[in-house]
């Protein structure tokens, strides 16, 4: 079974506005960490937010917030007030417990922000 | 320096030839990872090295060797690669390998294999 899920491949928002990206997750951990990355066309990723499995307020960096529900395994993307910079793949990953060292990634969504 | 540093950033190969990739991180932390992307998909973990020791390998064909020489440097060297590998090859390292610290990603090689 897929651990992340990323049910959109593509999306097209206009400029100024606020974006969601969909991502769910499937573990038995107690302890996770919940990721999001940009990686723009010339192939860098680049970190956004992070949310902790145990932290109780949803996690906020400037024009980005994740919304986070723990008990439905969701962890949406929020882009507030989108920048035609927005524009690229967004993946949504997950750090499992202690001795799973991996981040594994969606299958992510390809944001283009439309002037 | 918040960054990993990877080089080089573009490589083209014939399948006899052997190179290697190398990624640097002046950061402290102490896990290093290889992934690696093919087009249009995420990025898949080949090797994890915590504390300069490999942790996890997984299953990448013997093609691929990893090496940690130390704290701040991680190699991957390719020998007899295939037209199939051609991929981007993205460095990352983290603190440490625990659940709360994300990772930072170097730029990528975008390796071709002719």
């Known amino acids: 079974a897929q651990k992340i899920t990323q049910t959109q491949p593509g999306m097209f928002v206009q400029e100024k506005e606020a974006v969601t990206l969909d991502c769910t997750y499937d573990t038995s951990d107690q302890s996770y960490g919940l990721f999001w990355y940009k990686q723009p066309s010339s192939g860098e990723m680049i970190f956004l937010i992070y949310q902790g499995s145990y932290d109780e307020q949803n996690a906020t960096e400037g024009r980005y917030s994740l919304n986070f529900q723990k008990a439905r395994k969701s962890a949406n993307l929020v882009i507030s007030a989108s920048q035609l910079g927005d524009s690229a793949m967004y993946f949504c990953a997950m750090r499992e417990s202690f001795g799973n060292e991996k981040l594994t990634f969606g299958t992510g969504t390809r944001l283009t922000i439309i002037p | 320096d918040t960054e990993v540093t990877q080089t080089p950033k573009h490589l083209v190969m014939g399948m006899t030839n052997k190179k290697s990739l190398k990624c640097e991180q002046h950061?402290?932390?102490?896990?290093m990872y290889w992934y690696k992307q093919k087009a249009k998909k995420p990025p898949e973990l080949m090797f994890v090295?915590?504390?300069?020791?490999?942790?996890i390998n997984e299953s990448v064909p013997s093609r691929f060797s990893p090496e940690c020489p130390n704290s701040s440097l991680l190699n991957l060297h390719l020998h007899a690669l295939q037209p199939e590998d051609s991929a981007l090859y993205l460095c990352a390292s983290s603190q440490t390998v625990q659940t709360s610290y994300g990772y930072t990603f170097g730029s990528g090689t975008r390796l071709t294999v002719v």
């Open positions: 950061m402290g932390h102490r896990a």
């Open positions: 090295y915590s504390y300069e020791k490999l942790s």
